[in-house]
């Protein structure tokens, strides 16, 4: 599915997420000139990928909001931590990365 719209806006890919069986990992790709400037899991998004049964999610790009996170069990890997959201769009998902 391709799109571009802000992370708000597009909620569609959640229905992708809940197609794979459980526990779920997510695997998201920043494609930024350079990943990780600003962050788009945080707390919030931990929280509403918990919810949506995923354990855990691996990025190149940045995670924050990590003592927030850290109590719920939700597991990040990712290739740097930022202080700062970021202006995400998700442009495509469900397939390979």
Not at 18 to 25: D, S
Not at 66 to 88: K, M, P, R, T, W
């Amino acid at each position: 599915m391709e799109g571009g719209g802000y992370i708000y806006d597009r909620t569609d890919w959640w229905k992708e997420i809940l197609a794979v069986p459980a526990p779920r990992i997510v695997v998201i790709q920043d494609v930024d000139a350079n990943p990780g400037l600003g962050a788009f899991v945080g707390e919030v998004h931990a929280h509403i990928l918990q919810a949506l049964g995923c354990v855990g999610v691996v990025t190149n790009g940045a995670v924050r909001d990590l003592n927030a996170i850290e109590g719920s069990g939700f597991q990040v890997f990712a290739g740097n931590v930022s202080v700062s959201h970021a202006y995400a769009h998700v442009f495509d998902f469900g397939g390979p990365v």
